[in-house]
């Protein structure tokens, strides 16, 4: 698997359908499959967080969920052309999940969302089975949260805590549950449960989702400066990195 990296965070060049081609693998062994999404503020931010480095560097999928992701790469002559965002990710492992009746378990978001996410999920992909939905404000200590996911045994696990949660979460808890695919999801929770619309098709076809959201919602507006703040310190890595190599 060909990857790229980006300030010492790597990022695999990746397409949904190398990812959905294979679950069988992970489902069938012992393995454990952990698709996690890495965008520009993953990266920007990842010297704040390096257990989460750490946890990216041994996962077996980095996602490259991010067009500004794509762009330092395809500037660079690097491997990654194509995005793969997170909430596409996330409706093909239910699409797969419901298509051979696998199982699901979700963690994370709003007591309210996770509700309404959970029903319109099942309305959607009604041979999917749901063994269980916590929303992120439980009150569950995490080991019992652990020990709840692991009396279920989903085979796919979706947590939705928001970054740097999710992911430290995750970082911790792997290797003690018995799942065989994990995702962190972000906010795709809100999204699933009609709480939160997502970008009309015209943002999405040109990759512009992260502008509609930033707009969209005035505490994220802050963000619309860094993508271009994320591109310009991934260039200056690279060229850093480059004549350290000669």
């Not at 390096?50 to 762009?71: A, C, L, N, Q, Y």
């Not at 596409?88 to 996770?114: C, D, Q, W």
Request: charged share 25%; with cysteine; aromatic share 10%.
């Amino acid at each position: 698997m060909k990857q790229d990296t980006m300030m010492g965070v790597p990022i695999d060049a990746l397409t949904y359908e190398e990812i959905v081609k294979d679950i069988p693998e992970y489902l069938e062994t012992d393995k454990k499959m952990t698709a996690i999404s890495v965008n520009p503020q993953i990266v920007t931010e990842a010297r704040k967080y390096p257990e989460i480095v750490s946890f990216i560097k041994e996962s077996t999928h980095r996602i490259p969920d991010g067009i500004g992701i794509v762009m330092v790469s395809k500037l660079t002559k690097g491997p990654i052309k194509t995005r793969v965002a997170g909430i596409e990710l996330m409706t093909k492992f239910l699409a797969y999940a419901n298509e051979h009746k696998r199982s699901v378990f979700f963690y994370g978001a709003k007591p309210e969302v996770i509700k309404d996410a959970v029903k319109n999920i099942q309305n959607q992909y009604p041979d999917l089975h749901i063994k269980g939905a916590v929303d992120g404000y439980t009150k569950l200590t995490e080991e019992e949260l652990v020990d709840q996911i692991n009396d279920q045994q989903p085979d796919f696990l979706f947590v939705g805590l928001g970054f740097p949660r999710q992911e430290q979460w995750l970082a911790r808890n792997v290797d003690k549950l018995n799942v065989s695919i994990f995702q962190d999801v972000g906010g795709s929770f809100d999204v699933f449960s009609g709480h939160v619309k997502r970008a009309p098709q015209f943002y999405i076809d040109y990759h512009l989702e992260w502008l509609y959201r930033s707009v969209s919602n005035p505490k994220r507006i802050g963000r619309i400066f860094q993508l271009p703040v994320f591109v310009w310190k991934s260039l200056l890595w690279k060229m850093r990195k480059k004549e350290c190599e000669k």
